[in-house]
Nanobody, 123 residues
Framework: QVHLVESGGGLVQPGGSLRLSCTASGNIFSISAIGWYRQAPGKQRELVAEITRKTSGDTTNYAASVKGRFTISMDITKQSVYLQMNKLKPEDTAVYYC??????????????WGQGTQVTVSS
């Protein structure tokens, strides 16, 4: 079983910054992708940013709405992922979920989710 623990959410004024952190633990053999999703009230969960790990190198993918404002990074030795969010807007208000996909020690795939952390952008 894979456990994800997030931190760093909170209340911030428009134009402000927050940094989210997430650490994965448990039965993890390898991680193929790690990233962040968000879900605003009344809306579907959407991808914010994700790092996909390939033998040819890691690639990052951002939602169009956050490109240039958010930066995702990873410390694979700590099985951790971070999301630096700058120039926050009220429409960024949502519950942010950490997600990771990979293989456990039995080479069975997993798709793990954190419990979510609230980000509220308001004056």
């Amino acid at each position: 079983q894979v456990h994800l623990v997030e931190s760093g959410g909170g209340l911030v004024q428009p134009g402000g910054s927050l940094r989210l952190s997430c650490t994965a633990s448990g039965n993890i053999f390898s991680i193929s992708a790690i990233g962040w999703y968000r879900q605003a009230p009344g809306k579907q969960r959407e991808l914010v940013a994700e790092i996909t790990r390939k033998t040819s190198g890691d690639t990052t993918n951002y939602a169009a709405s956050v490109k240039g404002r958010f930066t995702i990074s990873m410390d694979i030795t700590k099985q951790s992922v971070y999301l630096q969010m700058n120039k926050l807007k009220p429409e960024d208000t949502a519950v942010y979920y950490c997600n990771t996909k990979g293989l456990n020690s039995d080479w069975i795939g997993f798709n793990g989710w954190g419990q979510g952390t609230q980000v509220t952008v308001s004056s």
